[in-house]
């Protein structure tokens, strides 16, 4: 006797099943609902999932439970209602009894059963069409290869030779975790849920109600998909760089998902969830994702004035950006350096969009507000501190991450990438910047650059640090990024076991594996390549070959071609490139010239060259 179990009550991963409804359609096909709720990270109170079970030979019977009760040979159910948290206040998980239904067979040895499950945010009449349409057959080695296939197709516009086994499996686990963790909402019919008309409360969304929407078409075809998604924070250092490299449809799309959250609800999502808001983590990171799309001209899927006007509203008291009137004009956070920064970022980047659209007037307003962190400068102290609302410093340890956002003054300084040039003058020239980072790097060395929130001087374990590396490719000293890159990619990534090899513990859907990629590739973007003229960092690949595949959709070229040579564990300095056969001098390229594909080549050397690679990039003139 087998009896094949659908759990549909109590705690799951970081949400809770309630509410659970199935009746059987047939002896071969469930249908129902269940209810989520009581998500740790936020997002809707409750969520509705649809779904329809479908097995490939009949059932006996079948059962239910519900916490201790039990019920046989039944055509319907209904679980319980309600969830316990175990906290009764903050952020808690919670308890609910468990329930579901189970099919009975009478098997044999050897006797093998298949099962579909299908899986709607909008109805049962939709779970089942996403069924029929996506998997109308039962040959299971056919959706083995299917998958295997488009994992390859996807993972594979990336190619790499050269370089250990370790590096190369460590690499594709990256590229993978870059591209999971972001979940399509919409169904095969195109209607997605809108779960945005409701009230915050902390980093929760109440009483929002399913409203069921459909996305528009192009040729016949849904024009994008809307997506559940962990914050965006901070992913102008990894996911906004590495998609446009080598998947900038999913930019785009991501682009336009974000933009249709604020056309249904009034904001951009930091972490869109369900159709509705999540509003963990801060600032309005969208704008980061979006301007990059369209420096890039990969933003096709959504109108850009349309954007930039749903993002000037974000960034304006009310929206996602959380300002109020004192930053506007004091220009910082009263009590928080981090969100200040973050926000100083965001305002920059939506200048560049301003100036593209040839708005002059937003651009030097988003301007001016971007340059508001120099008022959190330590002279003293010589880094970024946290000032309360009356202008005192709130303490005087760069170690304490009071005041910041999962980082510290020695960790989150850096952080203002769109201005080096201005945090290097403060500090009294690119020299004694440079010192002061390096010093910050070798203090961190022997942790591997890993630490748990606000804690030491460098932590690749979390967003606030993962752009410090490559600051010295902006401050006039290229050999140190080489260096470090190389350093931090092997000693807090570098690892493929199971409890190493992101940072220790904040992967968070792929952003340290972004990173993480992107110094094995030798690629990085400081200012997310959301400049109007974007750049591209250069530092030494672990690889000796590296082909990218450009996407024809969005790229005048057919691919982009890293050579390096004399590479080796030894061998991180690059003591001259060639860029298309032509002498390049200089430690960046222009994204137009990858965009029409190419060849770059590096020679790499145990000495740094400190000849090569000083020239000033566009984006600091």
């Known amino acids: 006797m087998a009896n094949l179990l659908l759990n549909l009550g109590g705690y799951v991963c970081t949400s809770t099943m309630t509410d659970a409804s199935v009746v059987k359609v047939g002896d071969t096909e469930l249908a129902g609902t269940v209810n989520t709720t009581g998500r740790l990270w936020g997002g809707p109170e409750h969520v509705k999932l649809f779904f329809v079970v479908r097995f490939d030979r009949p059932f006996e019977t079948l059962n239910g439970w519900a916490g201790p009760d039990k019920s046989d040979d039944i055509v319907q159910f209904q679980g319980p209602s309600g969830s316990t948290p175990r906290r009764t206040e903050g952020w808690s998980y919670h308890d609910a009894p468990t329930a579901g239904v189970g099919a009975r067979y009478t098997v044999k040895a050897g006797e093998r059963l298949q099962v579909k499950v299908s899986i709607s945010y909008t109805s049962i009449d939709n779970a089942r069409r996403n069924l029929d349409e996506e998997c109308g057959h ?70 929002a109600r399913l409203k069921v929407r459909t996305l528009p078409q192009r040729d016949g075809k849904n024009k994008y998909h809307m997506y559940n998604s962990d914050a965006f924070w901070l992913t102008q250092w990894n996911l906004n760089v590495l998609w446009g490299l080598a998947w900038p449809g999913v930019l785009d799309d991501f682009a336009a998902s974000l933009v249709q959250y604020a056309d249904n609800g009034g904001l951009l999502p930091r972490g869109p969830c369900a159709g509705g808001y999540s509003y963990i983590m801060t600032g309005c990171p969208a704008t980061n994702l979006i301007v990059s799309a369209y420096t ?17 509203a974000n960034h304006m008291p009310g929206g996602m950006m959380g300002i109020g009137d004192f930053y506007i004009e004091h220009g910082y956070h ?22 593209g659209l040839g708005r002059r007037e937003d651009e030097s307003y988003f301007l001016k507000r971007s340059t508001g962190w120099k008022t959190l400068f330590n002279k003293k102290r010589q880094l970024v501190f946290p000032k309360d609302g009356d202008g005192n410093w709130l303490h005087d340890n760069p170690l304490s991450g009071s005041g910041w956002v999962e980082a510290n003054a020695w960790q989150g300084t850096w952080s203002v990438s769109h201005d080096i040039e201005g945090l290097a003058y403060l500090m009294g020239g690119t020299d004694v910047l440079c010192e002061k980072l390096n010093f910050a790097f070798e203090q961190a060395a022997p942790q591997d650059f890993v630490f748990g929130y606000g804690a030491g001087y460098v932590s690749y374990a979390n967003q606030p640090g993962c752009s410090n590396a490559h600051v010295f490719n902006h401050a006039g000293q290229p050999w140190l990024s080489q260096y470090w890159v190389r350093r931090v990619n092997e000693q807090a990534y570098g690892a493929t076991t199971p409890d190493k090899g992101y940072g220790g513990h904040d992967e968070d859907q792929g952003q340290m594996g972004g990173v993480s990629a992107l110094m094995s590739l030798g690629l990085f973007s400081l200012r997310g390549t959301a400049s109007l003229d974007p750049v591209y960092e250069i530092t030494s690949p672990v690889f000796d070959e590296i082909t990218i595949h450009l996407d024809p959709t969005y790229y005048e070229g057919e691919t982009f071609v890293i050579r390096t040579h004399h590479n080796s564990a030894e061998n991180c300095y690059i003591q001259r490139a060639e860029f298309n056969g032509e002498p390049l001098n200089r430690c960046w390229f222009r994204h137009a010239d990858f965009a029409r594909g190419g060849l770059l080549e590096l020679w790499l050397g145990p000495e740094p060259n400190r000849s090569w690679g000083r020239e000033t990039s566009p984006e600091d003139e």
């Open 138 to 207: 039962w040959d299971f080695d056919r959706v083995r290869k299917d998958s295997q296939d488009e994992w390859n197709q996807w993972l594979g516009r990336i190619a790499v030779s050269g370089g250990t086994d370790a590096q190369k499996t460590k690499f594709y686990t990256d590229l993978w975790h870059t591209l999971l963790g972001r979940h399509k909402l919409d169904d095969i019919s195109g209607d997605y849920p809108d779960y945005t008309q409701g009230q915050r409360k902390g980093s929760h969304t109440v009483n």
């Open 334 to 355: 009263p009590g928080n350096a981090g969100i200040t920064l973050e926000a100083a970022f965001q305002d920059w980047a939506l200048a560049q969009m301003a100036k």
């Open 296 to 312: 890039k001209g990969m933003l096709t899927k959504t109108e850009a004035d349309h954007a930039y006007e749903v993002m000037k």
